[in-house]
């Protein structure tokens, strides 16, 4: 028996298929700073714990496919406090922003249609273009000018008879990158003139620093029914475990065709969406503080980071994510190298190869994903575990 071509081609995780090495380390007694996946170590808010805490419920009984109704409203009412009119008939939930993506992915392209997504990009829309049979037509951006958009007519020459969607995601993972209202202008005039669907996932749409602001594709009036975003509660308020996430869309047709993915799947999980509702409840005052927090952070990795030898960086405006070029030649076999054979006082440092964030081959090679999801004191003593590291790897390698 052979197993599908699908199961043999999709991409294994590249945040998650080094971590074995990283559990034989901790294993063995070495200390491992995890700066190589968007887990904060941000305290998840009480509101939350105490959700679960209070339930009274004598069984867990299945929801609805689209979600509870006051967790879908009080997610329109959030947006609404930025201006974006939506109510609860806009809203579906998902198992976090993943099957969001997926829904889209499914809802707007049939198998051999594609997507156009500006790369690096997030590493599992690779697994998703493998679920789904869409292929993804990748828009390479450039490390060395900050991962900018580029000139309109070199995205529309990506633009072909199976192209359905542009994605963007912005703030962006993996690299920092926040659009300006000039760079989305350019995509929504590209979706209206070739009737594309535009897909944003903004899931970051908080962390936006030294006084920017992110701009909503859901702010553009004039494609209400070609705008789908993907939202997510994981990284707004540290809640990456509980997978609760939205597909937002003011189309009817999109929001209903979702909705049958959604019920083959029956229903997003109960208890986490109480505890999602108890979020949302917080107010937008719960951001202030959190947002200073990750911009002081972003501070000092680009402090650290700038003395390397041969580094090629920009700082990032928003997310929690920066992509450098780092003066190796495999940055796969160098963060595996990390894990197994360099020891710094015991502690070693574990970044993200950043090969699997792109989709054409051979990009990224020399180039890692960091994430500053680290209190201050470990973030500063991570970045120097990897500099030792760089540092011994060049003189060995």
């Known amino acids: ?69 006051d967790l879908r409203q009080a997610i329109a009412d959030y947006f609404t406090g930025y201006n974006i009119d939506l109510n609860s008939e806009n809203v579906l939930i998902s198992v976090g922003g993943s099957e969001a993506i997926q829904f889209a992915f499914n809802v707007v392209s049939d198998p051999g249609d594609e997507i156009i997504i500006p790369e690096p990009f997030y590493t599992n829309y690779n697994g998703y273009e493998s679920s789904t049979n869409v292929k993804i037509v990748p828009l390479t951006l450039n490390v060395a000018d900050g991962f900018r958009l580029p000139p309109a007519e070199e995205i529309e020459a990506k633009i072909s008879d199976k192209t359905k969607a542009i ?16 760079e989305l202008d350019r995509i929504v005039n590209l979706a ?14 908080e962390f936006v620093y030294d006084g920017a602001t992110h701009k909503s594709i859901l702010e553009y009036d004039d494609i209400h029914d070609r705008a789908i975003v993907v939202d997510s509660i994981s990284k707004r308020f540290s809640c990456c475990g509980a997978r609760i996430g939205a597909l937002i869309t003011r189309n009817p047709e999109v929001y209903q065709a979702a909705l049958k993915f959604a ?17 949302y409840r917080m107010g937008k005052g719960y951001f202030e503080s959190v947002r200073k927090e990750y911009q002081k952070r972003r501070d000092v990795l680009c402090e650290e980071l700038k003395d390397i030898p041969g580094i090629i960086m920009h700082k990032p405006q928003g997310a929690f994510y920066i992509i450098v070029r780092l003066p190796i030649k ?50 500063k003593r991570a970045i120097t575990v990897l500099k030792a590291g760089i540092q011994e790897y060049n003189r060995l390698f």
């Open 167 to 182: 994605l963007l995601c912005s703030p962006n993972n993996p690299t920092g990158t926040v659009y300006t209202a000039e």
């Open 1 to 69: 028996m052979n197993i599908s071509k699908r199961g043999k081609e999709i991409q294994e995780s590249p945040i998650r298929k080094l971590k074995p090495y990283a559990d034989k380390a901790i294993a063995a007694g070495v200390r491992v700073y995890f700066i190589n996946i968007g887990q904060p170590d941000i305290v998840t808010p009480q509101p939350v714990w105490d959700a679960f805490e209070n339930c009274q419920d004598k069984v867990l009984s299945y929801g609805p496919a689209q979600g509870f109704l």
């Open 192 to 205: 209206k003139k070739y009737d594309l669907f535009l897909i944003a996932d903004e899931v970051y749409k």
């Open 263 to 279: 019920q083959a799947r029956l229903c997003p999980p109960t208890m986490e969406q109480r505890a999602a509702l108890a979020a």
């Open 330 to 379: 495999d940055s796969e076999h160098f963060v595996r190298w990390m894990l197994t054979d360099f020891r710094l006082d015991n502690e070693t440092s574990m970044v993200a190869p950043a090969q699997g964030f792109y989709s054409s081959s051979g990009r990224g090679t020399n180039e890692v994903r960091i994430a500053y999801v680290l209190k201050e004191e470990d973030l």
